[in-house]
């Protein structure tokens, strides 16, 4: 069997359609070679998926295309040039250490990127030495996979490889590449990158593509660039909805991680918070709690709008009546993402139908929450299993006040109690990646070289709505400390 046969095997059937764009959107440059790349970890459901072997990417030829030391078949890579605001500051970026190898045409006929992370240094690069550590690798692999599995739009992990190489940081750590599938690596930093640099028609092309690959059938409308607008409106209010519900900080939001499909990416200083709290900050470089938890809407709100300025060329010809275009509808989002965070309350509290009062029931229990510190993710798993007496806020008066008004509000409504605590089954995870199980996890694989405790965290964090009896020892909070939890962007 040759090496070309065997790649062909692994499954890749690659097409290109980023490359036929503008040659200005990109720089077309090959992974970097390493040294002697392993394997860490694989994704054989998602390999499945995109229609690979996963026994074949485990194979020398497998591991050298997620190493970057061997292109596949019908592969281009190539580094996406884009800006961003980055914590309210314009800049230029683009890909720095990561390639588009080939868009990955599954066997339904969907089509996802391929993208390579840690590949070496892009004229993107800055002063970057273009790769990665293998902690912040395996970070994105342990979240992405957790919000993939809690029903939340995010780009995912196919792989991380380590590269047998050593990076320096602060000190010396085993350089790592981390396989990443999306629906593409589209960005609000995209279009400010080509409305900045480039001419209109190249921003057409662009809203055009965009069009095509995310919102088929959008284009043949009567004005298709304010629909694109409006669909990544709506998008976005759901995502950002979500991510409040489970009570996710992504820690920076620039607009070169907005992504134009609606999914989370770029896995950084993320968190999941514990005791609730809106001020809830976990990065290290977020001084001011631009990104805070509470924040995040209408940070959300802020990208949205410089992806409208960008747009606004192709909205009309008249400027004022694009920018009373782009401003109605921008000042749909707070609507639209208050519509689906207070739908996903409701389920969270096993409530089905609509009441005027439920907005206040639910701020009650969140300010009690708040005031208390009670834990967000057990206090309504607690709830769920009718378990009051595991919160913090039982004993209270404010909390048995609220939990009779609660307890008569599902009673107002036709469907059974069975039916209000499936709801609530559904929509209340047993589980989220605690900090501390994270960085546990982290630590042994990078110190120690066990990966043991990754894969069963990522066991555990598979099926968060399964309230398994396993799931126990990884939903308790860490133990109180006096310095507080702090996350850095390394991806």
Partial sequence: ?????????????????????????????????????????????????????????????GLAVLAGNRIPKGALPLAQAYAGHQFGHFTML??????????????????????LKGSGKTP????????????????????????????????????????????????????????????SHLRVGTFEYIAKWGTVEELQVLADYTLKRHFPGVESNESPYLSLLQEVIK????????????????????????????????????????????????????????????????IAEWNLSRFAETL????????????????????????????????????????FNEELQDESLIEDLLSMMQKYRADYTNTFRALTFDKPEDTV??????????????????????????????????????????NHRVEEALEAAVKQGDYSVMERLLDVLSTPYAHSPEQGDYSTPAAPSTRPYRTFCGT
């Fill in 124 to 183: 993107y690069s800055r002063r970057g030495d273009g790769r990665a550590a293998l902690g912040p690798m395996l970070r994105e692999y342990i979240i992405s996979e957790a919000m993939h599995a809690l029903g939340i739009a995010t780009t995912r992990s196919l792989a991380v490889v380590t590269t047998g190489e050593s990076i320096i940081r602060e000190t010396d750590l085993p350089g790592a590449i981390l396989t990443r599938v999306a629906a």
């Fill in 312 to 351: 606004l060329p192709l909205l009309h010809v008249n400027q004022g009546q694009a920018v009373k275009l782009a401003q109605n509808a921008i000042s749909d989002f707070a609507g639209l993402y208050h519509c689906n965070w207070l739908v996903g309350m409701r389920a969270k509290l096993g409530i």
């Fill in 94 to 115: 683009g890909d720095g250490r990561a390639l588009l190898i080939g868009e990955q045409i599954t066997p339904l006929g969907k089509r996802f990127d391929i993208q």
């Fill in 393 to 434: 806020l039982f004993g209270t008066v404010e909390f048995t006040q609220w939990h009779e008004l609660w307890q008569a509000r599902l009673e107002r409504q036709q469907e059974p109690k069975a039916s209000s605590q499936q709801l609530m089954r559904n929509s209340n995870p047993a589980l989220i990646p605690r």
């Fill in 235 to 298: 998008r976005q209010a759901v995502l950002i909805a979500k991510w409040q519900l489970v009570g996710f900080i992504h820690g920076v939001m620039n607009t070169d991680n907005m992504t134009i499909s609606g999914e989370t990416i770029d896995y950084g200083p993320c968190a999941f918070m514990d005791a609730y709290d809106p001020a809830t900050v976990f990065s290290s470089i977020d001084i001011q709690g631009r990104y805070a938890y509470g924040n995040q809407p209408r």
């Fill in 1 to 61: 069997m040759t090496k070309e046969k065997a790649i062909i095997e692994t499954g890749w059937n690659l097409d290109n359609s980023y490359a036929r764009l503008p040659k200005s959107f990109f720089t077309s440059l090959n992974p970097a070679p390493v040294r002697s790349p392993k394997l860490i970890i694989l994704n054989d459901p998602l390999a499945t998926s995109l229609g690979l072997n996963a026994q074949a990417l485990q194979s020398n030829d």
